[in-house]
């Protein structure tokens, strides 16, 4: 039988100091040139993440002598890559890297990094610190952790989005702190132990990875005050002397305070023999492995005579224990080390897993102590340790089932089916709203007719809705009046009376009305939520805050398509028209020709928001007032029909003229047909346009047309006046037609404008013509100056230069799935957007073809750099310049006969000049060989033996003597200047 309390043991395989230390990674470090043996634990590091081999640059925090530096040199690309160390202490140099000597907890750290970096961004940011207080580190974990945080904070300034984070820490108190703060900012945190370091070491090394990079960080989290402050009094002296003082109720040795605490800190201190209890719940906070967010902070420093970190005990000692998860949160690794340990090792549950997560429990994840504790159960069964408790049978004998009579049955009966009831009328419900919502996005994004969505005044779609008064009242809000432009172009506010009639219809006004409609749709259905009972607050919650993201991305879209040149341009181009001609721009009739997306959606064909009047009356009274009115077939036709569909109107001559919001006329209502409005939309795309004879053709003529077309009137032009609501009445005694206006003059009047808009159409096409020529001049114009950039162009062109594939292939593999556009119903408008720019065609690029771009990048690499090059072509052209000059004097020296010089002195003075311009090869001397006076040559006279040509012999005294003199000197002054202050 083992003693009950054992204390815990220090691993005794691996010596501190001395020799000890000299293991086979100081070994290995020596043979190959690390300058410590710590080079070994970012190389096993990085083998396991490999956040070296992509970086470009690195920042190593604590970098001294230099290890993690010279593996970062090592296994970083070998080009263009960026390497600084810091430490306290200066590092040798190291090829490839920058060192600074710097406190990394200082300012001026910061400031000289910011220096070195610029505008750079680090890939990895590494820190290996640990405080410089030698062999009493042990107590400095907070320091190391201290050290941590400054590492990170400097982390988060310098670090890329996506960055890695590679730090050692000590686990102490405060681990569970950092990793929740690194969890913070990062996507992925991960501790792991590497081989090279050492058991006894409480080190562990923590990688980050993912950087978020979050535009704003609570300085608090950065800060050691905030992050290792106590939170509350549960793990403070106090906090714990409490614990500890169950464990006195339970009969242990806990004698003061002190020795009270030490027990509790260390659970093993205490081990016995006991079976488990639920009473005996006592893992402190701090060690709970299952909940380390709960994690408390005892900053009272290393428990009395327990001055290690890393911990050890016995397999059977944990087994037997009544807190194992206390003993697995404490302990860094378990042994089988006595005889009844060592059974264990026998036993068929004690598998590879097991043993291998019981050598290090501190790399260990939840799963894992779920497994360990399994492993425990069944060991403790297995030596007799548990009696199981039958649990069904204890079931059995606790519940007392008193049978319930008839009545009760049937009221519980009764309960339960209304529950099932209500349940699915809520889940109807629900399913119904979001079929709405997918309905109103589709519709937003033009992808439907209004008239598919089956909008409903009691849906949430009502007239409200569309309240074109409103939409006119509010003219700060739109800047949209009745119609008419001031004299600067801009719209100008209506005296009109019949404001409630009108309709906007420019394109201008179009755009803002997109900006407006989900604004009124959202809140709508928002409100709809509001008033059912059955959706949750969090539900409610959930759905306004997608709903107003969707109106953020759309009022972003939007700004984005206002600063887009073309469409100021298109706009510009639309104002010019209505200020010469004061055409409007029909529904449908804008930029069909457009095939642009963003101008499509900046001057969308369609306003996918149907505008009905805000008139209250609007109610479902008149609905039907205005059914009793329609023909039988329009009666039939669902009521929703009529108002979602928005139908061109008639317009006032003067509105023609004057204004962006047009006038019904009243008493002419334009009729939408009875033909699928959809269709007509269908035939407005532009696809359609250009055909001979137009649409009208296409439908069976226009002339058919308008015949079959049937004005509304009677009844109905009452309550259009009032109601401005008749704009919406359908008109399809035949059953045929498509939408048109009612008579032949509005025929006319919208004839009338369309060479106007055909005109612009054509005149925008020639733009994007333009625009389109021109970006593909400016592409041709790059790569004729810089060649292919891309893997996939130089895959194309060797194709094509190989004759692998044709120019009909290119064209042909243009077509692809990827070429259709992305649709679903209800997927969000920025999803779509996102797909649409990213849903790409991937070119297969060749293995060829990434060597010749890569080939051509280092040929431009090995350029010199500007600088370089035009300093040698200056210092090439002064040569030039100086032997042109010394030439022309040469010249002038031959020439002059009246000088009286000789051939000879001419030619002197001639080679004078050009030695001087140095255009003359320079004569080199032979050297003077220097012969120390020392061995054989000591004392001897004339040549020494061996030596060729011109010698100089020089005395070994020399140098002895020149500074014995100096020192001589420096003495004398010394005395002579302390006589002086003497005397
Ligand atoms: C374990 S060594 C680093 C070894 C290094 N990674 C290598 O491979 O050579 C820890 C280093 O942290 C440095 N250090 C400690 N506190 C520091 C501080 N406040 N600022 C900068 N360096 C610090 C020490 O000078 C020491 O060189």
Known sequence: MRPAQEPLTMGKDQKKTGKGRLDKWYMLAKEQGYRARSAFKLVQLNRKYDFLAGAKCVIDLCAAPGGWLQVAAKQMPQQNSIIIGVDLVPIKPIPRCITLVEDITTESCRRALRAEMKDWKADVVLHDGAPNVGSAWVQDAFTQVELVLASLKLAVEFLRAGGTFCTKVFRSKDYNALLWVFNQLFT????????????????IFVTCQGFLAPAKIDPRMLNPKYVF?????????????????????????????????????????????????????????????????????????YDDGDMTLYKECRVMQWIRHQDPIGVLG???????????????????????????????????????????????????????????????????????????????????????????????????????????????????????????????????????????????????RRGVSGGRLDSDGEPELSDDDDDMDREDISGSNKVKNQRQMPMQIIPDGADDDDEDEDVTDDERKTRRLEESLDLLYESFQQTKLERDHKHKVKQ????????????????????????????????????????????????????????????????????????????????????????????????????????????????????????????????????????????????SDEDDEDMGDATWVESDEEGSGQEASTDDESDDDFDGARPTFEEDEAMEEEADIDAQEKEEIEKAERIAKVGLTTAEAMT??????????????????????????????????????????????????????????????????????????????????????????????????????????????????????????????KVKRPEKKVVVARGANRGIKGRPKGVKGKYKMADPRMKKEVRALKRIAKRDRKSSGRNKANK
């Open 188 to 203: 992925k945190v991960e501790a792991t132990k590497p081989a090279s370091s050492r058991n006894v070491s409480a080190e």
């Open 229 to 301: 402050a106590e939170v509350d009094g549960a793990d403070d002296e106090e906090g714990a002397s409490k614990r500890f003082a169950e464990v006195d109720a339970e009969g242990n040795e806990v004698a003061g305070s002190k020795k009270g605490k030490q027990a509790s800190t260390n659970p093993l201190a205490k081990l016995d023999n006991r079976a488990i209890s639920t009473k005996d719940v006592m893992t402190p906070a701090t060690l709970n492995v299952f909940a380390p967010e709960k994690h408390r902070k005892q900053r009272e420093g």
């Open 330 to 476: 404490m302990v860094t690794r378990m042994r089988f080390q006595d005889d009844e340990d060592k059974k264990l090792l026998k036993n068929p549950l004690t598998t590879g897993e097991i043993k291998s997560c019981l050598d290090d429990l501190k790399v260990l994840g939840k799963k894992d102590f779920k497994m360990l504790l399994k492993y425990r159960l069944a060991i403790r069964e297995d030596l007799g340790l548990d009696v199981k408790v039958d649990q069904k049978e204890d079931a059995v004998e606790n519940v007392d089932i008193e049978p319930l009579d008839e009545e009760e049955q049937l009221t519980q009966e009764l309960e339960r089916l209304a529950r099932d009831e209500a349940f699915k009328k809520r889940r109807e419900r629900r399913r119904v709203n979001e079929k709405k919502a997918r309905e109103v996005q589709r519709m937003q994004l033009n992808m439907g007719a209004p008239m598919d969505i089956g909008l409903e005044q009691q849906d949430g779609m009502g007239m409200e809705m569309f309240d074109l008064g409103e939409v006119e009242g509010g003219k700060e």
């Open 572 to 715: 510009q181009r639309l104002k010019r028209a209505l200020e010469e001609g004061g055409e409007f721009k029909g529904i449908g009739s804008g930029s069909d020709a457009d095939t642009d997306a963003e101008s499509e959606e900046s001057e969308g064909d369609f306003d996918p928001a149907p505008q009905p009047s805000s008139d209250e009356d609007s109610s479902d009274e008149d609905e039907d007032e205005q059914a009793a009115a329609k023909p039988e077939a329009v009666k039939a036709a669902p009521a929703k029909r009529a108002r979602a569909a928005p139908a061109p109107v008639e317009l006032d001559e003067d509105d023609k003229a004057d204004g962006l919001l047009k006038t019904l006329k009243k008493g002419k209502v334009l009729s939408t047909s009875a033909k699928s409005r959809q269709a007509a939309m269908w035939f407005d795309q532009p696809a359609f346009k250009g055909l001979p004879g137009g649409l009208e053709s296409l439908l069976g003529g226009a002339e058919d047309a308008s015949d079959d077309e049937a004005a509304v009137g009677g009844e």
């Open 796 to 921: 194309l062109a060797q194709q094509l230069v190989n004759r692998e594939r044709t120019k009909t292939q290119l064209v042909d593999e243009g077509f692809n799935r990827h070429t259709d556009a992305i649709g679903g119903d209800g997927l969000p408008t920025w999803f779509i957007d996102d797909e649409q720019r990213h849903f790409r065609h991937n070119i297969p690029v060749t293995k060829d073809a990434v060597q010749a771009i890569r080939d051509k990048q280092r040929a431009l690499n090995a350029r010199p750099i500007k600088k370089v090059a035009e300093a040698k072509a200056r210092k090439q052209m002064r040569k030039v310049r100086r032997l042109e000059k010394a030439r022309n004097k040469a010249q002038g020296i031959n020439d002059d006969e009246d000088n009286g010089l000789t051939e000879k002195e001419k030619a002197a003075s001639i080679a004078k000049v050009l030695a001087k311009s140095g255009g003359a090869a």
